[in-house]
């Protein structure tokens, strides 16, 4: 009798040790370490998609889409055939859902933190910037987090051209700058030069070339010094949150900071 109420009474005290920790576990092991490569391109899917449609409507095509033009060529150049192909993929997205999801390879609530921590980090990057800047280049105190960097492109923007602008700049300039150029750039100098000198390297000159793709083309911003060490500084949180905490956190960020930006401050 004894061990059976000493099971008995293990039951509930099982059920409610397991009852909370299940939330809490997931929070832990969220930012135990980086998001892994397939969720991270499970979790910005819906940016691509947000976007792939948005510049139909909009004038938010990004400076460095390098993907649009190959999909538009696949399409034919006919619309009908673009909404196959992005359709397409759409079924192909929630297919792969559906399978991670039965074999638990991955869970849809895992958004919920993602979008939860991306939030934090853009609220508080044009704070942190502007705080490096002033308290050790002295460079323009009164600078206000996206204000004058912001001028340009938000004016005259409605909310869709912010939404479409916003996902195009998290998702391609992410891959491009943080995916490629972070990535990407140490990968290659790791046999040259010992790993943290590699990541150093590849941190600093993407950052710039980040910084220096938003004053190039017709449409680039004109050159400020301010502007141009901001952005920088903004390249470097970027691939810091890439290398620490992966690639969906880096876009979802970028894109968050920019809705707040133009959106919000702009």
């Known amino acids: 009798m004894a061990r059976e109420r000493s099971h008995e009474d293990e039951e509930p005290r099982r059920r409610s040790r397991g009852a909370r920790p299940a939330t809490q576990g997931s929070l832990r092991n969220h930012l135990a370490g980086r998001v892994d490569p397939l969720t991270s391109a499970i979790l910005i899917f819906p940016l691509f998609i947000i976007y792939q449609l948005g510049i139909l409507l909009s004038r938010g095509l990004n400076g460095v889409d390098f993907v649009t033009a190959s999909l538009v060529e696949l399409a034919d150049r006919d619309l009908a055939n673009y909404?196959?192909?992005?359709?397409?993929?759409l079924l192909a997205y929630a297919a792969i859902l559906v399978l991670?999801?039965?074999?638990e390879s991955f869970d849809p609530k895992a958004f919920v933190p993602v979008l939860a921590e991306s939030t934090f980090y853009a609220l508080t990057m044009g704070s942190i910037i502007l705080f490096v800047m002033h308290r050790f280049t002295e460079l323009v105190p009164?600078?206000?987090a996206g204000g004058e960097l912001s001028a340009a492109l938000a004016s005259g923007l409605d909310f869709l051209d912010v939404i479409v602008i916003s996902a195009g700049a998290g998702l391609h300039e992410e891959l491009i700058?943080?995916?490629i150029g972070v990535g990407g750039l140490s990968w290659l100098l790791a046999g040259m030069v010992n790993r943290g000198q590699a990541l150093v390297i590849a941190v600093v000159v993407s950052s710039l070339v980040f910084s220096l793709a938003h004053h190039i083309g017709p449409s680039?911003?004109?050159?400020?010094?301010a502007a141009f060490v901001y952005r920088t500084l903004a390249g470097v949180f970027f691939a810091l949150i890439y290398q620490v905490r992966g690639l969906?956190?880096?876009?979802?960020t970028h894109a968050i900071y920019d809705i707040y930006v133009l959106g919000v401050l702009g």
């Open 220 to 225: 680039g911003e004109a050159f400020t010094f």
């Open 177 to 179: 700058f943080r995916l």
């Open 100 to 103: 991670l999801r039965r074999t």
């Open 248 to 252: 969906a956190v880096a876009v979802w």
């Open 142 to 144: 009164g600078l206000s």
């Open 83 to 89: 909404l196959v192909v992005l359709s397409g993929m």
